[in-house]
T-cell receptor, first 111, second 111 residues
């Protein structure tokens, strides 16, 4: 079975802190994605990566950056956390143009 | 602009009461349409992929169908364990690896 793991299920951070969210997949998928999910807004794409060291902005990249140094690992970085970044963050991986497999999510609260 | 709209937002059924969820999409050429199930506090779980109008896929009490403008997820004789949010997503043939998600339909099945 495909497995996508995320470093934390719950995180509480303070405004202005630098936050790292890590995602690891074990199926050798080329593509990896970071989404945030908010009530009424659905899943919104922050960034995605189609290869090691390659990344593309999604719909809402402002305030975020990403890193993909190894194929199996995709990190989301909040450079200076703000309260409007309180959300559920979901990582996913896939083969090109195929269905995505999601991790369990990280619920981030920024105080 | 590529868009996915799901209806209804929420659906309440009695156990055994069959119904359908709707996903309407507007894309510049459909590469694939995906259905996912999401339980509270968890990441979405892949259900089906449909590629062309007329295609149907089935899994237990669920059947997904596709036309040129919409997809339906039919739920036959639902059980309480079918309660979840069902997400529809599309990939456009001109959209690269990007997947556009609908806001979802929350299904509640009462025993």
């Amino acid at each position: 079975d495909v497995k996508v793991t995320q470093s934390s299920r719950y995180l509480v951070k303070r405004t202005g802190e630098k936050v790292f969210l890590e995602c690891v997949q074990d199926m050798d998928h080329e593509n990896m994605f970071w989404y945030r999910q908010d009530p009424g807004l659905g899943l919104r794409l922050i960034y995605f990566s189609y290869d090691v060291k390659m990344k593309e902005k999604g719909d809402i990249p402002e305030g975020y950056s990403v890193s993909r140094e190894k194929k199996e690992r995709f990190s989301l970085i909040l450079e200076s956390a703000s309260t409007n970044q309180t959300s559920m963050y979901l990582c996913a991986s896939s083969l090109p143009y195929n269905e995505q497999f999601f991790g369990p999510g990280t619920r981030l609260t920024v105080l | 602009e590529d868009q996915v709209t799901q209806s209804p937002e929420a659906l309440r059924l009695q156990e055994g009461e069959s119904s359908s969820l709707n996903c309407s999409y507007t894309v510049s050429g459909l590469r694939g349409l995906f259905w996912y199930r999401q339980d509270p506090g968890k990441g979405p779980e892949f259900l089906f992929t449909l590629y062309s109008a007329g295609e149907e896929k089935e899994k237990e009490r669920l059947k997904a169908t596709l036309t040129k403008k919409e997809s339906f997820l039919h739920i036959t004789a639902p059980k309480p364990e079918d309660s979840a949010t069902y997400l529809c997503a599309v990939q456009a043939s001109t959209g690269g690896f990007k997947t556009i998600f609908g806001a979802g339909t929350r299904l509640f099945v009462k025993a």
